[in-house]
């Protein structure tokens, strides 16, 4: 280990002595970088290639689907319908199906530009370009039905932002009640396609020759008026959604997206975190605007990091939830394909929604996709007033807002899981975890089910992510949290209702004594357990305090008697665990923690060398801030499988503070490069990596 450990330092100094040579001669004359806080280029194009990727997979590469939904923010009436909009961007082919609308009226499709009006907002207003397609036709099974082509005449200059159902007679601003609009990854694929390029959208028709396509009708989606997936264009999309992440109040109450997804906090909040901050924070608006003293729960809010949220509708009770961060969303918000329709997933009504989003996989309005979740985001909890009236008590997101916040939220964290077959570690306490938690099903010997030997973890949480083994996409699951004995919420508050999880429809056997009304089926989405042990307490009612009690709580009946514990195929699921095999399984996963907070630091160090003044130190801060969180998880289990490399870790945090108040140039970024060097050899005293 000591010959190995010399061969690290000589290799280190060399890189650093490399890298400071190579800045040492900073030409402060180039433009300063796009500030970008933990959004990461690469991490965004990541996702755009494995969309790209699955999208070209399953054929009709050239088409565009939407699905068409009620919207509790845009929505004239309430409806029970759903459709789907598929239109072929080559040759101008459109279809839209529509299922669950009132038989007794008729129905029309528009297509939306959103040129503006007084706000440019994403709902339909006057100003807007508004296009309509016809009526839908009833069909023989219930569904109604409409099928034409565009013009391409007709469409010059229209950019298409949303596709709308309406009542017959009615307009998109006044009677919308199915929308949909375009994804971030959907406008960037089509338009950087080959023959989405021939030709502008304002260009006439040629009078004779091949059908030209009309990928022009997708907005450009990277940055602001211009297009394209080159770095320079995603550093400002990513760097624009920050700033509408972390400063835009949407003219409501006060408060941002970060005032409870903190940057410098895993973009989460925490008791912890909250005790530290001053009385006159957004946070607490509740406490000092008469208007909205019932927006929160103060008690819960202070004590347990709880916010009230009215995921089954404004009409029905509140629940608490906790604040899930927002790192690696990329790997955890695919929705598992039921068995129905030819995937391998137990509950179809998932999907419903185009994202697994909230703690419930149903967070987000309309089609459910993570960039309509700002627009419930909004509604919840930037109000001036309970009475939520839009443009009124708050100004709702433009499209461009939409797609910048989409593209922030994308960049954050990891954009694949891990490959825990690839992974050695270097304690035996860590290992010993690892082979706990990656071993799925309990053995069964002589027709009986052994319990103990193994943590059951991998089922659920595939290589320490968020996904099924067996889905290879998020799962929603009844495992029973919500039923735990005496939890601490109902504690500080018995009034409290049941939290139902997915789904919105009224049960009456709810909670520990199962004699609670609630609204929804008990299924809650699976967490990344990666950044786990930094996003402390657990579950979606913080019920559990730390990591190893989260871990131990599957031993209880609350989870063993839960449908979870069994899969749909009848594999027992069920845990006993030992407290040294939780302790053991503790420290796997905070050893991963520390390697993701060490990769992430090391990359928000390198940007801030290439960012001047207030933004260098800001990055800095939040590298500074990964490097502190990779040193309190390995600490935080209070048994220490890594001493040299918390030292390591230590070193390099306290030159990273020196680099904070060093004036920038070569010293600073000579620092900087030193505690990169310190990080990697901290993490090579973790784990070994095979190729």
């Known amino acids: 280990m000591l010959s190995s450990s010399r061969h690290l330092a000589s290799l280190a100094a060399a890189l650093v002595l490399a890298a400071a040579l190579d800045t040492a001669f900073l030409d402060e004359s180039q433009p300063a970088a796009p500030m970008l806080g933990n959004g990461d280029v690469a991490a965004l194009r990541s996702v755009m290639e494995r969309w790209k990727s699955r999208h070209e997979q399953q054929g009709d590469a050239e088409t565009l689907k939407l699905a068409l939904v009620p919207s509790s923010t845009l929505s004239a009436a309430r409806t029970q319908g759903r459709g789907e909009l598929r239109l072929n961007l080559l040759t101008g082919a459109l279809e839209v199906k529509a299922r669950g609308l009132p038989a007794e009226r008729d129905y029309e499709v528009w297509l939306a530009d959103n040129r503006g009006g007084a706000s440019r907002a994403v709902k339909p207003e006057a100003g807007d370009r508004l296009i309509g397609l016809g009526m839908l036709r009833r069909t023989a099974d219930g569904g109604a039905i409409l099928r034409t082509t565009l013009d391409r005449t007709s469409l ?48 006439p028709a040629p009078a004779a020759g091949p059908a030209l396509p009309f990928a022009f009708l997708l907005p450009k989606a990277a940055v602001a008026q211009t297009a394209g997936t080159d770095a320079a264009s ?15 109040t949407f003219d409501g109450n006060g408060r941002t997206c970060a005032t409870c997804h903190r940057p410098d906090n895993n973009h989460t909040i925490d008791p912890r975190y909250i005790a530290k901050l ?8 509740a406490e000092y605007n008469p208007d909205l003293k019932e927006l929160e729960k103060p008690a819960l809010l202070r004590q347990m990091g709880l916010i009230l949220a009215n995921v089954d509708g404004f009409d029905k009770p509140g629940v608490m939830r906790s604040v899930p961060h927002l790192l690696a969303l990329p790997t955890s918000i695919d929705v598992e394909v039921c068995v129905e329709h030819g995937g391998k997933g137990d509950f179809c009504e998932d999907e419903a929604f185009a994202n697994a989003l909230g703690w419930s996989g149903d967070g987000s309005p309309g089609t459910g996709s993570l960039r309509e979740f700002a627009l419930g985001a909004i509604t ?20 461009e807002e939409l797609t910048a916040l989409e593209a922030y939220m994308l960049s954050l964290g990891r954009t694949q899981d891990i490959d825990l077959s690839k992974l050695s570690f270097n304690s035996p306490l860590v290992q010993q975890g690892k082979l706990l938690f990656d ?22 949480h595939q290589n320490a992510g968020a996904n099924s083994s067996t889905t290879h996409a998020n799962p929603t699951r009844d495992t029973g949290v919500e039923n735990m004995r005496t939890p ?32 929804g089926n008990g299924r809650f989405n699976t967490p990344p357990l990666v950044e786990a042990a930094d996003t402390a307490p657990f579950f979606h009612n913080n019920s559990v305090n730390t990591l190893e009690e989260a871990i131990a709580s599957y031993n209880g009946d609350s989870f063993n008697q839960s449908p979870g514990a069994k899969t749909s195929s009848g594999k027992d699921r069920r845990v006993k665990l030992e407290s040294s095999q939780v302790t053991a399984i503790a420290l796997f996963l905070r050893t991963l923690n520390a390697l993701e907070n060490i990769r992430s630091s090391n990359s928000l160090s390198r940007k801030s060398m290439d960012l001047r003044g207030r933004n260098a130190k800001e990055t800095l801060k939040l590298a500074m801030a990964d490097t502190e969180d990779a040193i309190e998880v390995l600490q935080g289990g209070t048994l220490l499988p890594y001493p040299e490399a918390l030292a390591r870790l230590e070193e390099a945090l306290a030159l990273e503070k020196k680099a904070l108040h060093t004036e920038i140039g070569p010293l600073r970024n000579l620092r900087l490069h ?3 060097a310190l990080k990697l050899q901290a993490k090579a005293l973790m784990v070994t990596e095979q190729p």
């Open 234 to 248: 995603l550093e400002q999309l990513i760097a624009r959604g920050r700033q509408i992440f972390v400063e835009e």
């Open 278 to 285: 001053p009385p006159s924070d957004p946070l607490f608006v």
């Open 674 to 676: 030193k505690a990169i």
């Open 439 to 460: 071993v799925k099903e309990n053995p069964v010997r002589n027709g009986e089910v052994i319990l103990g030997e193994t943590a059951n973890c991998n089922g659920c």
């Open 380 to 399: 919840q909890h930037m109000p001036k007033t309970l009475n939520r009236v839009p443009q009124v008590d708050f100004r709702l997101p433009t499209d």
């Open 156 to 203: 010059a200059g229209f950019e298409l932002d949303q596709a709308i159902i309406t009542e017959s007679g009615a307009t998109p601003d006044r009677g919308g009640l199915l929308f949909g609009a375009p994804s971030l990854l959907q406008r960037t694929y089509f338009s950087s396609q080959p023959w989405s390029l021939t030709v502008s959208g304002d260009a």
């Open 488 to 519: 601490p919420a109902f504690l500080l508050d018995p009034a409290l209702a049941v939290d139902g999880g997915f789904g919105k429809e009224e049960r009456v056997s709810c909670g520990f004594s199962q004699d609670h009304t609630c609204y």
